[in-house]
């Protein structure tokens, strides 16, 4: 039962539905270099522009991750991700629904690339990191060998899935990639490259989603693989 309890938390990414407006109020947005930083309540949260970068740091949340400059990022809070499609025009994509299923499984933080050729496809570029509380009855290996079994069973997979281990900061997590057809907000299908991430920190469960349509695989891959590589955490969990 546990089993099942934390594999429907982690696959509540697949569920399409439409719902209303969210209730939400406008956010404070900082402009750090060429950054967007959407800030809600309630975290503590510093930013440090350096060589075309942005350092963000969530002593809250327990992480620091530095992104290139360009990227428009958001709090896990309705707020912010509401400034977030307010400035940045992606209501086609951060749909309400969407946004809810997100918050709901614990999202951190929305970051998303704000290059024309991201924000114009219908899967646009974006990492997300997710904490939540890490299942005391399973390890890190037995939860990604129940997620990948989950993902191939349910997935239209168009890749087998790839599972390695990685260092992110001082840790070790596991990363899967694969690619999937999937159903946008806009009602098309379009292939989706996923590379998962997922870290234990004490009673911590950590899971960074770098996501982008195929087709913009061959200019941000990398890109969005070595921001996410700068991952690390800020406390003992």
Not at 16 to 33: K, L, N, Q, S, T
Not at 179 to 203: C, D
Not at 218 to 226: A, F, P, Q
Request: hydrophobic share 40%; charged share 20%.
């Amino acid at each position: 039962m546990k089993r099942l309890y934390w594999l429907s938390l982690i696959l509540i990414f697949l569920a399409a539905a439409c719902a209303g407006p969210a209730a939400v109020e406008p956010a404070v947005e900082e402009e750090v270099g060429d950054t967007a930083v959407s800030t809600g309540s309630g975290q503590t949260v510093s930013t440090t522009a350096e060589n075309d970068t942005v350092a963000y740091t969530d002593d809250e949340a327990g992480f620091s991750i530095t992104l290139p400059a360009g990227w428009t990022i958001a709090e896990g809070s309705n707020e912010a991700v509401a400034q977030m499609r307010s400035t940045v025009g992606v209501d086609n994509v951060l749909t309400d629904a969407y946004v809810q299923a997100l918050l709901a499984s614990g999202l951190q933080l929305y970051a998303l690339n704000g290059a024309a050729p991201s924000l114009g496809s219908d899967v646009p570029v974006s990492i997300q990191i997710i904490r939540r509380d890490a299942p005391t009855s399973l390890s890190l290996d037995e939860y990604v060998a129940d997620t990948t079994k989950q993902l191939e069973d349910i997935l239209e997979l168009t890749s087998p899935l790839e599972q390695s281990t990685v260092m992110l900061g001082d840790d070790e997590a596991v990363q899967l990639r694969y690619t999937k057809q999937a159903q946008t907000a806009a009602g098309s299908k379009a292939e989706v490259h996923n590379t998962q991430y997922y870290l234990m920190n004490g009673s911590d469960l950590y899971i960074i989603t770098l996501e982008m349509e195929q087709g913009l695989v061959d200019d941000y891959l990398v890109v969005g693989e070595t921001a996410v590589e700068t991952f690390q955490l800020t406390s003992g969990g």
